[in-house]
């Protein structure tokens, strides 16, 4: 899943930049999501960038 997830934001482009006042970013990426079963669901998903970094981290992702 961890790769998968990877893998959606390298392909995909952001849809969404949301400024967390005295944290940092939200970053909203969606598209289609590569799974075993071929499936693909189309989900959202959320990276942050907290304010001093420059690592983005898991947040959140759902299906749309």
């Not at 392909?11 to 499936?39: C, I, K, W």
């Amino acid at each position: 899943m961890a790769d998968a997830l990877k893998q959606h934001a390298a392909t995909h482009e952001v849809s969404q930049m949301v400024a967390r006042e005295g944290f940092g970013v939200n970053y909203v990426v969606e598209g289609h999501l590569t799974t075993p079963d071929r499936r693909n669901p189309k989900v959202r998903v959320i990276w942050a960038i907290d304010r001093g970094g420059d690592i983005p981290r898991f947040v959140s992702a759902y299906p749309l």
